[in-house]
Structures are given as C-alpha cells and as structure tokens.
C-alpha cells in the first residue's frame, strides 16, 4: 500500500484548506485511515481517523469541531478538512494506515503505512 498526501498551503488564521490522501493498493474493510500532524521538535500527535467499512470516525480534541476527516471508496481516497484554522495547527500532516482487524487507537506506532506529507501553514 502506498499513500500521496496533497492539499497542504499557507493560509492565514481562520482559513481552511482540505488534505487529500490518495491510496495505491487494496483497501481492505478492516482498515483504519488516519491522519497526524508534526511541528518541528514536537512528536507527531493524532489528528484524525476513519474506519474503512464501517465509516466510523474518530478526532483528537483539537481537531473536533474544526476538522473533518471522509473517505470515498470509489477513489480510494481519504479527505481531511480543516477550518478555523489557527497558528498552532501548523505542522507537517500525514496520513496512514492502520492494517490491523481493529481500530487500534491514537499511536502512530499503530500505523503500518505512512504517506510522505504535506505542510499547512498558519501565518497572519
């Protein structure tokens, strides 16, 4: 499985933009998609996740209110929307695979594929 994640930017405080993560190889139901964000000298912390079959969908909660995370099957796509955006929202976001039967939670060491990311920032 490959991933591409597109859609990063610079916008100012307020503004939105909408991540893509296009997916090369089969997406089997069980899988879980997510998305995670890094800051220079910061770990990388959870963002989002989305359930491949079951649609089920899951946010920190920084994310919750302000960000969306979809998938189209049919594209083998998943979306992150992200609105209200401000400064500390400025990372370097990927998307990733979690392979295993089960939602597995919010660690990245959960995560068996990763796409190579792409950067949002957040400047006045």
């Known amino acids: 499985v490959q991933l591409q994640a597109s859609g990063g930017g610079s916008v100012q405080p307020g503004g939105s933009l909408r991540l893509s993560c296009a997916i090369a190889?089969?997406?089997?139901?069980?899988?879980?998609t997510g998305w995670f964000r890094q800051s220079p000298g910061q770990e990388r912390e959870f963002v989002a996740a989305i359930r491949w079959r079951l649609n089920k969908k899951y946010y920190s909660d920084s994310a919750r209110g302000r960000f969306t995370i979809s998938r189209d099957v049919a594209e083998n796509t998943v979306y992150l929307q992200l609105n209200s955006l401000k400064p500390e929202d400025t990372a370097v976001y990927f998307c990733?695979?979690?392979?295993?039967?089960?939602?597995?939670?919010?660690?990245?060491?959960?995560?068996?594929?990763w796409g190579q990311g792409t950067l949002v920032t957040v400047s006045s």
């Open positions: 990733a695979i979690d392979s295993s039967l089960d939602y597995s939670g919010t660690s990245p060491s959960e995560y068996d594929y």
């Open positions: 190889g089969t997406m089997y139901s069980s899988y879980t």
